[in-house]
């Protein structure tokens, strides 16, 4: 695939690139630029995506190639892909039975540690107090916020039964429809 | 004439009768958020920041308006309303102006200001073992280039656009009370070609700290993305000889190149006054302020980032 970026100013070159490498799977892509700057900054973006990039002047035109999802792409790039679909159930405030105060800990914890983990879910689906995370725990919605990519469903029924409806914080709305369909449609679901 | 071209400071002064003196300057951009009411009023405080750096009071302004006539009249009367807003909280009297056709909106004026005290602030008059004070955050050429690419978080834009809207009025007002020696407005160069040209007027050399300068932290990680602003590499080059590097941050190094629209003010001020100043700026509304860096002997290069 061509790129041709020439004679685009800032970002134009840069948002031609993410999108060109968003729309392949795996591939090298050419991107042809004719500013120092426009080179610099998608090379910039192809380091920061741990892409490798190569590339050769002509007449005042660089010529960018880029590959993507080859092996010699660094692994950290390759794991943030979703390998199979994910689902994350949570179908209460806390973790565990016992002690409730433990078991919210444990939540804030759990929550707090999606992002550090090498592959995202698809979808992270809040059921009955599972949808205070989503309305009332500061530390949950701040950190369900940074999950990029991960779409955040709190139960419509739940937030009702509640009175939470506008107090959602994040993620969006969902019906019992769309949770059974994203629980049939994953490869795994976890519970918790 | 008390100020003219020759220190590229940020505007002409030009004495009218003893410690009366006329401050004129003009600045215009291209739109840097895409509501027109909030881009006109970041353009009136653009232009308005260079009279506040000088110390002195805006009176007049022209406009200097370039737009297609495809566009909408609407958005036009948007921009124009913000700026007029803006201007008449600043006790500036909007007197006329001009239009051209363009293909790109741009839009600025031509203020003109007073100084009755005979106090002139000028960016070339810094004196070594002086204190510097930033008072906004850096990236916000960043983060609007991530704008017009649309890759920016809605958290960010809310932070830049609040930065742009951040008047230097008050932060003028306030420098006036403490033992300043020179002061600039950072725009388009970035704090490095600014900071530069009051090393370089003063016959100084500044040391500056990247761990004491605020910078956003999107501009960061959009700057290693390669969202930068072709001004941001031009600034670089420019002064290449000029300027040492020397710090860990590397990453961060093109940020202090990054031009700023309505950026803030680089002041120097004396050691002992330095805290004091400090902690006024954070305490008016300006909390992102810091003692950036150092005045020094001048040494081999004019800057230096450690």
Sequence with gaps: ?192 | MLVGFETNDDAGVFKIKDDYYIVQTVDFITPVVDDPYIFGRISAINSLSDVYAMGANPLTALSVLMYNCDIDEKIIGEMMQGAVDELASSNCALLGGHTVDDHEIKLGFAVTGFIDDGKIYKNCTLREGDLLVYTKPLGIGILTTAIKGEVISESALKQVTNAMLLSNKKASEIFKQFDVSAVTDVTGFGLAGHAFEMAKGSSVSLEIYMDNLKIFDEAKSLAQMGIIPAGAYYNKQFLTDNYDFVSDEKDNEIIVFDPQTSGGLLIGVSFTDGEKLLSKLIESGYEDSSIIGIVTQKSDKYLVFK
């Design chain 1, 1 to 192: 695939m061509i790129v041709d970026a020439k004679g685009k100013p800032c970002p134009t070159p840069v948002i031609m690139t993410k999108k060109a490498l968003e729309s392949i799977e795996e591939g090298v892509i050419t991107v042809l630029v004719d500013s120092f700057t426009s080179k610099e900054n998608v090379l910039k973006y192809a380091a920061s995506q741990g892409l490798t990039a190569d590339v050769k002047e002509k007449n005042g035109v660089y010529e960018i190639s880029i590959a993507k999802g080859y092996p010699c792409s660094l692994p950290a790039e390759a794991a943030v892909e979703k390998v199979s679909k994910i689902v994350l159930y949570v179908g209460s405030n806390a973790i565990g039975n016992g002690d409730c105060y433990l078991g919210e800990k444990l939540m804030d914890g759990f929550i707090a540690n999606i992002k550090n983990m090498d592959i995202m879910p698809s979808s992270i689906i809040f059921v009955n107090s599972g949808v205070y995370l989503t309305t009332l725990n500061a530390t949950t919605i701040e950190e369900l916020k940074k999950l990029e990519g991960v779409e955040i469903l709190s139960c419509g029924t739940c937030l009702e039964h509640f009175e939470l409806v506008d107090k959602l914080k994040v993620g969006e709305i969902t019906d019992g429809y769309n949770v059974m369909k994203r629980l049939f449609e994953a490869d795994k679901v976890i519970r918790l």
